[in-house]
């Protein structure tokens, strides 16, 4: 099939739905597909690149207000959007995002009767909490009510739509989803994420020490509150003796460190940043307990690629984690936002003796949501469309 993906948010930017429509693409690729990625650039001017036999057109584009990490809007890209697709004729298109691009390609779809599917990967979190001291934006119903409707009225305009989780597609369509659904998995790529990676050099080189390791991996963003992490440290090491990796960067980057700094456990923290993949995946295996403290999460690649690791998960109690986490059996789950809940489930799991039992576990509960079950699942649905 001749495939476009379109997106907001692609490679090399570092994000869930990024990583996830990288994959994607370049896993189609490698089945025989001819897959085209429509997607902001990283300047004012336009260009076409290739990646390992994918066609990445890129747009114009402009940095987003507040908005860290390269993340950039194709403002005023509708006409350039029309022409690409024009010379491509696709057989489908799929839509990552609601955002200039994924309307532009929603347009031409309509107008030339091209199979559109979309995949939901926000929350209103997502559209409205970059920074944890506007949190209290999502207390505002009114808010809440206008994400989820700019949510909702793009998607239903799509012949078919995917999200991650069951609990996912729920939420669309306890908000008005109309449109024909199906959960599909992220997936991860096993063959990538495994207990045989070895993360001893690089623990090493980041001058690890040799003790009980905690890791949280991912932006640094507000709606992940990682801070809640870091409160609960101090509680934690009155128990056990511990280290923080906080892998990942973002706008919270600095405001973390600075708390760590005034709860007095700087020492014990350490933020790598973003690392180069070969090392990336080496990092899971630098820990002994993942921590996943986010509120917005539809999956949780992260999560993902640490259960892949064979690392027990400790996360919030909210949304789709529940999915990827049965407290008890591969890790605990904690009231969202109560560091006091997160150091006391953290502890336990600790102190169960189960941990190794626990991440054997977190390898039988990945299992479905290999990478190449995933894109099974989207080719199904493509051929489904293309065919009817």
């Known amino acids: 099939m001749k495939i476009v993906i379109a997106t907001e948010s692609y490679w090399p930017l570092i994000d869930g739905g990024a990583v996830a429509e990288h994959h994607l693409a370049l896993t189609l690729a490698k089945r025989g597909h001819e897959v085209h990625v429509l997607a902001p650039s990283d300047s004012y001017r336009s260009w076409t690149q290739t990646d390992e036999g994918t066609t990445i057109h890129r747009f114009s584009s402009f940095p987003i207000p507040f908005v860290k990490n390269d993340h950039r809007l194709a403002l005023g890209c509708r006409r350039s959007v029309l022409r690409v697709l024009a010379h491509i004729q696709p057989d489908i298109i799929h839509i990552h995002n609601p955002f200039p691009i994924g309307k532009a390609a929603l347009s031409y779809a309509a107008t030339h009767r091209v199979p559109v599917v979309a995949t939901n990967h926000w929350l209103p979190e997502n559209l409205t909490t970059f920074m944890a001291k506007f949190r209290f934006v999502n ?37 008005g989803l109309t449109a024909p659904y199906r959960p599909v998995s992220n997936g991860v790529d096993l063959g990538v994420f495994n207990p045989k990676n070895d993360g001893v050099a690089l623990k090493k080189r980041l001058g690890l020490p040799s003790k009980l ?148 576990e977190s390898l039988r509960l990945v299992m479905p949501h290999s990478l190449d079950n995933a894109i099974s699942d989207y080719e199904s649905i493509y051929r489904q469309l293309t065919q009817s």
């Open 213 to 360: 390791t905690l890791l949280y991996a991912g932006r640094l963003s507000g709606e992940k509150h990682v801070d809640v992490a870091v409160r609960a440290l101090p509680l934690i090491r009155e128990k056990f003796d511990v280290h923080f990796i906080i892998g990942g960067n973002g706008r919270e980057k600095g405001p973390l460190l600075q708390l760590a700094r005034e709860l007095g456990v700087e020492d014990h923290v350490t933020m790598p940043g973003f690392l180069e993949e070969s090392d990336y995946c080496c990092l899971f295996r630098c820990a002994d307990l993942f921590v996943m403290p986010s509120i917005c999460e539809l999956q949780s690649i992260t999560t993902l690629e640490a259960m892949a690791s064979g690392l027990p998960v400790v996360g919030a109690h909210r949304y789709a984690l529940p999915e990827l986490i049965q407290s008890g059996v591969n890790g605990a789950l904690f009231e969202p936002g109560n560091h006091h809940d997160l150091a006391q489930q953290v502890m336990g799991v600790l102190g169960s003796q189960r941990l190794e039992a626990m991440g054997q």
């Open 139 to 175: 207390q505002l119903e009114w808010i809440v009510r206008a994400n989820w409707r700019f949510i909702r009225d793009f998607h239903n305009q799509c012949d078919f739509v995917t999200s991650p989780t069951q609990t996912a597609i729920d939420l669309m369509l306890k908000n």
